[in-house]
Nanobody
């Protein structure tokens, strides 16, 4: 049984930083594309960043390029999202998910099969 668990969310002031973590049991991150997604109230879930199973390719949403960095530790089977220069618009529930599919320029929620329960990120102005 696959279980995906996110952590690291919280309340931070605009301009601050947070690092999200994602771990999984029942699957190996090195065999999957792993992504971060977010969903704000009243909005659709959107892809934030994802990383290819090889670790050599990454995608970022335009809104987070230059501010967020995705990385993984294969030995720990853990995915990270370093979020810097946070803005109130980054406020959302953040989810980690795994997929056997890869698209060169997109992280589409519909491609991802295994999902965590999410961790809340709130950025105050």
């Amino acid at each position: 049984q696959v279980q995906v668990v996110e952590s690291g969310g919280g309340l931070v002031q605009a301009g601050g930083s947070l690092r999200l973590s994602c771990t999984a049991s029942g699957l190996t991150f090195a065999d999957y594309a792993i992504g971060w997604f977010r969903q704000a109230p009243g909005k659709e879930r959107e892809g934030v960043s994802c990383i290819h199973w090889s670790g050599s390719k990454t995608n970022y949403a335009d809104s987070v390029k230059g501010r967020f960095t995705i990385s993984r530790d294969v030995a720990k089977n853990t995915l990270y999202l370093q979020m810097n220069s946070l803005k109130p618009d980054d406020t959302a529930m953040y989810y980690c998910a795994a997929s056997t599919l890869w698209r060169p320029n997109w992280c589409l929620p519909g491609d991802f099969k295994y999902w965590g329960q999410g961790t809340q990120v709130t950025v105050s102005s």
